[in-house]
Every structure is written in structure tokens, then in C-alpha cells.
């Protein structure tokens, strides 16, 4: 007779035998990963500290430099000018910018690297200011650029501008230039010649050739003045006019094809696809960019 066999284990482990520990997971690469992390986020921190501070440390904030900006020329009636000479070297984020324009000062503005711009407001009326690092090293030194514009506009003519470079600490003038911005341009104009009941005026002499954008026109019958609008910008183009219950269209023709206004060019006036409508009196006005006249011819409708 064999014996018994024998009886089935109570637990997955003989007693007294304890059940195994649970393998541990690797904490060294978590780590690692931890550690490379924070290097990297510091060497990241290091380097935009030392590009973006490191030329204040060259400059004392006690040492105010004095600089010299160098004549001003005019790009497409507005003013630009180059830093010639700095007597030490400091950084731009030092300096604030200004302006007055005729006898109104405006407020000031930090300057802002290109292509952005500052924003300054005299009286009512904003100008923009350039500034273009020819160093790239954030430090304000010779050959460095600023450029004064209206609003996305040229400057108003006949006008006298003042430039104020100042130090941020005390408000100091450091540098400044003054100009005056040319006078707007003298057009004339030929007689008014009427044909199939339009009118075609030609510009007999142009003090200057400048592009259209310079100039807006408008239209007045019999005694409603129309709402200015841009001349238009290619030769051929036309604008359209809403007066009273009517439209009217301003054709120019360039002549030369120079894209300038120029003597010989032509604006020719008519309705919506119709005639000008009889016996009323017409007046063509050309305007310069902020409005004021330049020239203007008038006419009667047979």
C-alpha cells in the first residue's frame, strides 16, 4: 500500500517562507532627465542674461555719454539722420526719444529696435521713430540710424521738427537735431476741356515729381463738397466719389509712365458711366496728404 500524497499548499508560498519584495524601479533615469533639465534651462538663462545685460555692465549708470547725430536728409519727404559719434558707448535701453514739432513737445517714448517703431504723440497727432542697430550689438554708436515719420505717412510740410535723444536716468538731453520739412509741392493746371460731357484737366507744371500717394483729390457740384479720398496710384486708375445722390469717377492718366505726378498727366472727371449732368458748376481740387489745397479748377457744364 502506497503512501498519501501530499495535501495541496494553503497560499501561493510555503509558510514560513515570505513572499518575494516587488522589483523596485530605476529612479536614476528619472534623474538624469531631472538634472539635464534644469542645465539646460539654466545655460538658456545664462545666455539671454549675458546677450541682453551684459552691456550695461560696460557702461556705469553714473557716466552720461554725450552723442551727435549728423545732418538730416529726407527719404520720401521724411527726416533721417545717423549717430556720428558717441562718447561712451552705452547700451539702447538707456535711451528715451522725443520730439517737438513747431512749438508742442511731445511725450516720451523708450526706443524701439527696427522693425519696430516708437510712438510719439504731439498734441493730437502721432509721428513714428526708427531706429536701425547698424551693430547689432545693442549699444548705441556711430553709424546707428534714426528715421522720423508721420503716421504710416510722410511728415506735414513746412514744417519744423526737434529730435531729443535723452538718458533714461535723469531725463537729460544728450543728443538733438532740428529740421524743416520741405514745402509741399506747386502744381498748375491748363484749362478745362470739355468733351462728350466729361472734363479732362491737364497739369501744365509740377514743382517736383513725387508718387501720388502724396496727394488726394476731391470734387465739388454746385455747392456739395465731396469727402477727400487718394489720388489715385497707377496711371489709368480711377476713384470714385459719392455727392449728393450721384457718382463721379477721377481718372489720371501718366502720361510718362514715371508713377510720379508730372506735367502732361491728366485727370479726367466723369459720372458713374454717364455724362456729367448739364448746366452745373464743377470745381476739381487736388489736395496734399493731410488735406490742405494745392490747386483747383472749376467749370460749367453746358
Not at 547725430?69 to 528715451?96: I, K, W
Not at 513714428?128 to 545693442?138: A, C, E, M, Q
Amino acid at each position: 500500500m502506497q503512501p498519501a500524497p501530499p495535501p495541496p499548499p494553503v497560499g501561493p508560498y510555503p509558510w514560513p517562507q515570505p513572499p518575494p519584495v516587488p522589483p523596485r524601479k530605476e529612479a536614476l533615469p528619472i534623474l538624469v532627465v531631472v538634472l539635464v533639465l534644469v542645465l539646460v534651462i539654466g545655460l538658456l538663462f545664462a545666455v539671454f542674461f549675458f546677450y541682453l545685460f551684459l552691456p550695461l555692465s560696460r557702461t556705469p549708470i553714473y557716466i552720461v555719454p554725450s552723442v551727435t547725430l549728423g545732418p538730416v536728409g529726407f527719404v520720401a519727404r521724411n527726416a533721417t539722420f545717423e549717430v556720428t559719434s558717441v562718447s561712451t558707448p552705452a547700451p539702447v535701453g538707456f535711451f528715451d526719444v522725443n520730439l517737438r514739432v513747431g512749438s508742442e513737445t511731445g511725450t516720451l517714448r523708450r526706443i524701439q529696435l527696427d522693425p519696430g517703431y516708437a510712438t510719439i504723440l504731439v498734441s493730437s497727432q502721432q509721428y513714428r521713430v526708427y531706429f536701425v542697430d547698424v551693430g547689432s550689438n545693442l549699444t548705441l554708436g556711430a553709424g546707428d540710424r534714426f528715421t522720423v515719420t508721420g503716421n504710416g505717412t510722410a511728415l506735414q510740410a513746412s514744417t519744423s521738427f526737434t529730435f531729443y535723444l535723452l538718458w533714461i536716468v535723469d531725463g537729460r538731453v544728450v543728443g538733438s537735431t532740428n529740421w524743416t520739412t520741405p514745402s509741399k509741392t506747386v502744381v498748375m493746371f491748363s484749362s478745362v476741356n470739355q468733351s462728350s460731357g466729361n472734363a479732362t484737366i491737364t497739369v501744365a507744371a509740377v514743382s517736383e515729381a513725387i508718387v501720388p500717394s502724396f496727394y488726394k483729390v476731391n470734387l465739388q457740384v454746385g455747392a456739395t463738397v465731396g469727402d477727400a479720398v487718394a489720388m489715385p496710384t497707377m496711371g489709368g486708375s480711377f476713384v470714385t466719389l459719392t455727392i449728393g445722390r450721384r457718382q463721379y469717377e477721377i481718372n489720371w492718366t501718366d502720361i510718362g509712365g514715371e508713377r510720379t505726378l508730372n506735367a502732361g498727366d491728366n485727370f479726367r472727371i466723369t459720372g458713374n458711366n454717364v455724362a456729367l449732368p448739364a448746366a452745373m458748376v464743377f470745381t476739381f481740387y487736388l489736395l496734399w496728404a493731410d488735406g490742405s489745397s494745392i490747386q483747383s479748377s472749376s467749370w460749367s457744364t453746358p
